[in-house]
């Protein structure tokens, strides 16, 4: 019986003892460190105006540039070359309107008169004059868009904008590569994009 009570005493000892620990919490020294917060930020930079216009204003030449390769267009790799412009920037242009909206970012309604010209000359060329015109257009334009799109996507902290320039940075590869399935990408052309990267 004696060494029974003891236990009781000692189990009921040690039980106090717990709870008192467990009232007092954790001894300031082991509190948990800060966790840095996540680069967010609802702030616009210029930039990222900027390339909301941009993300516009490509869809507002390429989505008709697109349609022009269906009915301008003398192969086959020119016609899926356009029908995957036509898919990429309807999507793209969808959400550049609903984020320019929601960030309350005005953005263009018409393309640039240079972006205006092209159109222009693909609606009157026809034939292999067509493919290696709607190539050398669409590839330079696609190549220039893409260092902003990796410039914007590397730095900015606006959550939307960021997912934009993903999304972007997808379809803009996208194209690359079947513009230059076509086959008809010339040095010259890849020269014109590669004197647009900044130095």
Same mark, same amino acid.
């Given at each position: 019986?004696?060494?029974?009570?003891?236990?009781?005493?000692?189990?009921?000892?040690?039980?106090?003892?717990? *709870?008192?620990?467990?009232?007092?919490?954790?001894?300031?020294?082991?509190?948990?460190? %800060?966790?840095?917060?996540?680069?967010?930020?609802?702030?616009?930079?210029?930039? *990222?105006?900027?390339?909301?216009?941009?993300?516009?204003?490509?869809?507002?030449?390429?989505?008709?540039?697109?349609?022009?390769?269906?009915?301008?267009?003398?192969?086959? %790799?020119?016609?899926?070359?356009?029908?995957?412009?036509?898919?990429?920037?309807?999507?793209?242009?969808?959400?550049?309107?609903?984020?320019?909206?929601?960030?309350?970012?005005?953005?263009?309604?018409?393309?640039?008169?240079?972006?205006?010209?092209?159109?222009?000359?693909?609606?009157?060329?026809?034939?292999?004059?067509?493919?290696?015109?709607?190539?050398?257009?669409?590839?330079?334009?696609?190549?220039?868009?893409?260092?902003?799109?990796?410039?914007?996507?590397?730095?900015?902290?606006?959550?939307?904008?960021?997912r934009l320039a993903t999304?972007?940075?997808?379809?803009?590869?996208?194209?690359?590569?079947?513009?230059?399935?076509?086959?008809?990408?010339?040095?010259?052309?890849? *020269?014109?994009?590669?004197?647009?990267?900044?130095?």
């Amino acid at each position: 019986m004696a060494v029974i009570a003891t236990a009781a005493t000692w189990l009921s000892f040690q039980n106090s003892s717990a *709870d008192e620990s467990a009232a007092a919490g954790p001894p300031a020294a082991e509190a948990a460190p %800060a966790v840095p917060q996540a680069a967010h930020s609802d702030a616009v930079t210029p930039l *990222d105006k900027a390339f909301l216009g941009k993300v516009r204003q490509a869809g507002l030449w390429e989505i008709p540039a697109g349609r022009l390769a269906q009915s301008n267009g003398s192969s086959e %790799a020119i016609k899926r070359a356009g029908l995957h412009l036509l898919d990429g920037h309807s999507k793209l242009d969808q959400l550049v309107r609903e984020d320019s909206e929601a960030l309350h970012v005005p953005i263009p309604n018409e393309a640039t008169a240079e972006q205006q010209g092209w159109v222009d000359q693909l609606r009157n060329a026809r034939g292999s004059a067509f493919d290696q015109l709607f190539v050398d257009l669409l590839r330079s334009s696609h190549g220039k868009v893409f260092i902003t799109i990796g410039e914007v996507r590397a730095s900015t902290k606006n959550s939307l904008v960021r997912r934009l320039a993903t999304q972007a940075n997808n379809t803009v590869q996208d194209h690359m590569d079947v513009l230059e399935d076509t086959g008809l990408v010339t040095d010259a052309t890849l *020269d014109d994009v590669a004197a647009s990267v900044p130095k």
